[in-house]
């Protein structure tokens, strides 16, 4: 009989929140490989929250994840069967794979990876593309100097995990917005952060104004709304910010920014980026991030869900914030 490959697909588009529903879970049996094909055996899946975007159908950087399809998504493997000479049993690869417990490609799309000194599962997040998007927005968008003030929202996620710490190797003062005490206890005595702020106590602009009495010089942006709106308020003269996601609005509600002046008054520079856009920083930017966490100077967490199965219940708790910094699903 042949192995059964367990997936998710996306079974309907949601209208505002996401739900269990919006997905299903199929069984397909494993077509045997043909010359120079190669079978990955998923470690884990990553999850995101740029998928949500993708379940929409509106216009977009990327296409939309089709309907009735395995849902999209970076994977980190060990290769089980190949016909491929450029890949052996064993190899441990980073795929894209999506949300399926198998993945079957002609080998173009994978790389290969040591797992010596960095744990696998590290390839999705601070080696991977979390790592890359905050190494990029940092110093290519941002490009702080040392004294600078630099805020980071979702500062207890992959992404803002990793921007806060490489903003303080680079010797500046750094404050993190996130949603709880345990949170913002995190980002203070484990990530190294200066400061940070509970948007949840519903505060933000007099706490931000206090973790930041000189103003702020560079902004990475997770998340939107009314988090954008504190931080301009704050922001110095020729402040850069880096918009890297808008989770506040990822259920489709409007986001407006409320006084768009600031931008004029304090001369300020946004912009947005997509990291898959930008592939030239990459081995940069992975060969400096693999460094630091092989040399624990690089501090991450992870949430990890276990089975394919539990993916849509860790991905909707991801896009309420439930997560403490990269959000997998242990496949194995």
């Known amino acids: 009989m042949a192995e059964i490959n367990r997936q998710i697909v996306l079974a309907a588009r949601p209208e505002g929140e996401v739900e269990p529903t919006h997905f299903k879970l199929v069984e397909t049996p494993l077509a045997p490989l043909t010359d120079g094909q190669v079978r990955v055996r998923n470690h884990y899946l990553s999850l995101d929250p740029y998928m949500r975007g993708r379940m929409n159908e509106s216009k977009s950087y990327a296409v939309p994840q089709p309907l009735n399809e395995v849902m999209l998504g ?32 002609d080998g173009s799309a994978l790389k290969k990876v040591d797992t010596t000194h960095v744990p696998l599962s590290a390839y999705l997040g601070a080696v991977g593309m979390p790592g890359v998007t905050a190494w990029y927005g940092l110093n290519k968008i941002i490009a702080p100097k040392a004294g600078d003030t630099v805020a980071v929202s979702s500062a207890a996620g992959a992404v803002g995990g990793a921007v806060g710490q490489l903003a303080k190797a680079q010797g500046c003062r750094v404050i993190g917005i996130a949603g709880g005490e345990d949170k913002c206890r995190y980002v203070i005595d484990e990530l190294g952060f200066d400061a940070c702020v509970d948007y949840k106590k519903n505060n933000l602009r007099d706490d931000l104004k206090a973790a930041a009495p000189k103003g702020i010089d560079g902004y990475f942006e997770n998340v939107g709304g009314a988090v954008l709106d504190a931080v301009l308020a704050r922001m ?37 980026f997509i990291v898959s856009e930008h592939m030239e920083v990459w081995p940069d930017a992975l060969k400096d991030l693999g460094t630091l966490v ?26 309420k914030g439930r997560n403490f910094g990269k959000q997998l699903v242990k496949l194995i």
């Open 236 to 272: 110095n003269a020729f402040g850069r910010i880096a918009l890297c996601g808008m989770i506040a609005g990822y259920d489709g509600e409007p986001v407006p920014i409320k006084q768009p002046q600031l931008f004029l008054v304090s001369r300020l520079k946004m912009e947005a």
């Open 294 to 319: 092989a040399q624990k100077k690089l501090n991450y967490r992870e949430s990890i869900a276990e089975g394919i199965e539990r993916a849509p219940e860790a991905f909707i708790g991801l896009l």
């Open 74 to 105: 970076g994977t980190v493997g060990e290769v089980v069967e190949s016909k491929n000479d450029r890949f052996a049993v064993g190899d441990k690869v980073v795929g894209f794979f999506g949300w399926q417990e198998f993945g079957t490609s």
